[in-house]
């Protein structure tokens, strides 16, 4: 199994009375809460915590892209992840990812991303997510109805840019460009690793099936929310006739590992409580602009409120809360994964066979942890709890979907070093 | 099947007051679009607001008395498909001309609604032979950052049914889900409409019509709900200013965005009366 250390960067001084005083953490964010002093030390820190973790073993280290958000500050995760790339040796960069359908020409994707993987001897991996309505549609402006059309565009430009080994002409739908040719080229042939994080739509399904592309499940909400919708992505592959590799999946988790879980109750609450209190402190009005979901899955949720409806009738209820905001209800649904070290293998363990994931994403900082904590969060998780669980599935499969970096030899002497 | 959809939605709006109105299919770039007309007379088209035209109204009804009202669906709204074709504005213009000139109303009156408005008033300027005279009720087309209109595509949920008409129970009414509809596809298609809108007109709503209003030279009225909570009323006296055809000016007393749901009959009298 791979053990991915993932950052959010989020704003760590957000005021006490936030939930009250600022209508939501993203897009209206009052920009006068910024204080770029302290954004120069909360980027510094991050950064540290990141090249940390790679020093620590994990596998990747990942990044990822908001706007206007106040709980994930890189508007630019291809800025951070190229600092990272000349500062770690070993580690995956997983730029998680870069929404394909804001840049037009996506030119400037393909191009950073092979700068990236050039500067790093291979260590890329490419993200491309549509992009949240927050993001795309309300940040940047993106017509909601032409996101996806664009979105697939998009990847399909960025793959071709890649491969092809002759200047050509793209001729789509949003992007017509008459000479296409990004240099410098990547590293890796044909072309980095494509991940696509997604919300449980079974198009997005498909097409990271049929496209061979890994399918990650990213949500705060942890590893009960996300048991339907990896089942039910389980369920397509298989229908879909394609080889149930754990690898082609990838799920986020957020991680709180002490030496007792009465000590990781203690350490872990207030950060905890900071994120699912005032980061997710997001105004409905900017979550569903009319066409950012398809028909097909206006369809399938309409279906599914219905069904849950007649549950609720019948005495049942949904069985996970996401609204929970306290520390016991985090930790209760399961958002944050609390406990010894043992406790958490067992639990990740558990978790990553009933999902079938092979590619792990841990958030080992979140809310306002410091960078003490968050070090220790990180060392104790590389120490104690990733050795017992870094051997799931690799008896078994083959990680198709992985980073080929350059061989040793062949790097500089400082990426060598 | 959609088609079927639409005779059997005219079929279902019988009583209430009103008679249905004759359903027949238009193809706009080969894909079909639902026509509803009533009434003898001249031609008098109707291009509805945001949500599109889910159900007959009064408002027309009363229009129907002395003239053949006609209101094609765009495509994406209600009993019409083929938004997800359209991707510029020129596809736009083009589907409304091919729209109006299909559902036989080339050189008639044309009311157009809102976000229609934003449409048909290119449309009259493109070509000055289409609309012979125009009626824009609260139209879309134009923005001012220090006057902006309200942005109908970041509302809470539910929160949009309030703002369109002055008395939200009218609004939905109009939007209320007939029994012997399937209400995932009735969901499907009030959201798909609300799409297509966006689709034209996201994020501003400003499609660039502030430099060819001077095209526009049929007469037009401006017909504003008194109590409109989505488009200032400032943006009346810019379409009348910038319009270099005759232009006038109507309030309706308590209406709001919508104000031919709001106030059918006076929205009805200050059209027929511009129309004489």
């Known amino acids: ?417 | 099947m959609v088609d079927q959809a639409n005779a059997a939605r005219a079929a279902q709006l019988e009583g209430g007051g009103m008679s249905k109105p004759e359903a027949s299919t238009i193809l706009v770039n080969g894909l079909p679009c639902r026509v509803w007309a009533k009434g003898e007379g001249a031609p008098l088209g109707y291009l509805p607001g945001i949500g599109g035209l889910p159900r007959w109204t009064p408002f027309l009804d009363q229009l129907a008395a002395t003239r053949r009202v006609i209101a094609p669906s765009l495509p994406g709204f209600p009993g019409g498909i083929g938004h997800d074709h359209l991707d510029t504005h020129f596809d736009w213009l083009l589907a409304t001309h091919d729209l109006l000139t299909a559902a036989g109303l080339a050189g008639a009156d044309v009311i157009a609604s809102s976000v229609s408005g934003a449409l048909a008033a290119d449309a009259a300027g493109v070509w000055p032979l289409l609309i012979k005279r125009l009626v824009l009720i609260a139209p879309f087309g134009l923005f001012d950052a220090s006057d902006p209109p309200t942005d109908i595509w970041a509302q809470r949920p539910g929160h949009l049914n309030g703002l369109l008409c002055n008395d939200t129970q009218t609004y939905k009414d109009f939007v209320a889900q007939p029994d012997s509809v399937d209400a995932i596809e009735w969901k499907v298609e009030q959201m798909r409409a609300q799409e297509t809108s966006a689709r034209f007109l996201f994020p501003l709503g400003n499609t660039g019509l502030a430099k060819r209003l001077r095209r526009i030279t049929c007469s037009t009225l401006l017909l504003w709900g008194e109590r409109d909570r989505v488009m200032p009323f400032t943006y009346a006296e810019r379409f009348a200013s910038g319009i270099a055809g005759k232009s006038e000016i109507v309030k309706i007393a308590t209406a709001g965005h919508l104000a031919e749901l709001d106030a059918p009959t006076s929205a009805a009298d200050a059209v027929l009366t511009f129309l004489q």
């Open chain 1, 1 to 417: 199994m791979k053990l991915m250390w993932f950052h959010l960067m989020p704003y760590t001084e957000l005021p006490e009375d936030f939930r009250t005083r600022s209508p939501s953490v993203w897009i209206d964010i009052d920009p006068k809460l910024f204080d770029p002093a302290r954004g120069h030390l909360m980027y510094n820190d991050f950064m540290d915590e990141l090249e940390y973790a790679a020093e620590c073993g994990f596998d990747a280290i990942c990044v990822n892209e908001h706007h206007a958000n106040g709980y994930g500050q890189m508007p630019s995760p291809n800025l951070i992840a190229a600092s990272l790339a000349r500062n770690t040796q070993k580690s995956a960069l997983c730029i998680m990812g870069n929404s394909v359908a804001l840049y037009n020409p996506p030119t400037r994707v393909a191009e950073e991303m092979a700068m990236i993987d050039c500067i790093s001897g291979g260590r890329v991996i490419a993200g491309f997510p549509v992009g949240s309505p927050q993001d795309t549609c309300f940040a940047y402006g993106q017509n909601p109805s032409m996101l996806r059309q664009r979105y697939y565009e998009g990847i399909d430009f960025i793959r071709q840019a890649w491969t092809r080994d002759e200047v050509f002409a793209f001729d789509g739908r949003f992007n017509q460009q008459r000479y296409v040719n990004v240099w410098p080229r990547p590293v890796q042939k044909p072309h980095p690793p494509i991940w696509i994080p997604g919300g449980g739509s079974v198009e997005t399904w498909h097409y990271c099936a049929e496209q061979d592309y890994v399918y990650c499940f990213l949500s705060y909400f942890g590893y009960k929310v996300a048991r339907e919708q990896m089942h039910g992505y389980w369920a397509e592959i298989r229908r879909l006739g394609k080889e149930p590799n754990p690898y082609r999946a990838g799920f986020l988790q957020f991680v709180g590992v002490a030496e007792t879980r009465a000590e990781a109750m203690k350490l872990y609450r207030e950060p905890a409580e900071y994120f699912y209190g005032r980061c997710l402190h997001v105004d409905p009005r900017w979550v569903v602009p009319p066409g950012y979901m398809t028909e097909a899955t206006i369809r399938a949720r309409v279906e599914s409120q219905m069904q849950i409806a007649a549950k609720v009738s019948a005495g049942g209820g949904p069985s996970v809360n996401q609204n929970a905001t306290d520390f016991e209800g985090i930790v209760d649904n399961g958002y944050v994964l609390v406990g010894s070290p043992d406790e958490v293998a067992e639990k990740l363990r558990e978790v990553a066979l009933d999902l079938g994931v092979g590619h792990l994403m841990l958030l080992l900082q979140f809310g306002n942890m410091n960078k003490d904590l968050t070090k220790y969060n990180t060392k104790l998780f590389a120490e104690r709890v990733m050795p017992q669980i870094k051997d799931l599935f690799d008896d078994q499969w083959e990680d198709k979907w992985w980073i080929k970096p350059m061989p040793r030899a062949q790097l500089s002497s400082k990426a060598a070093a």
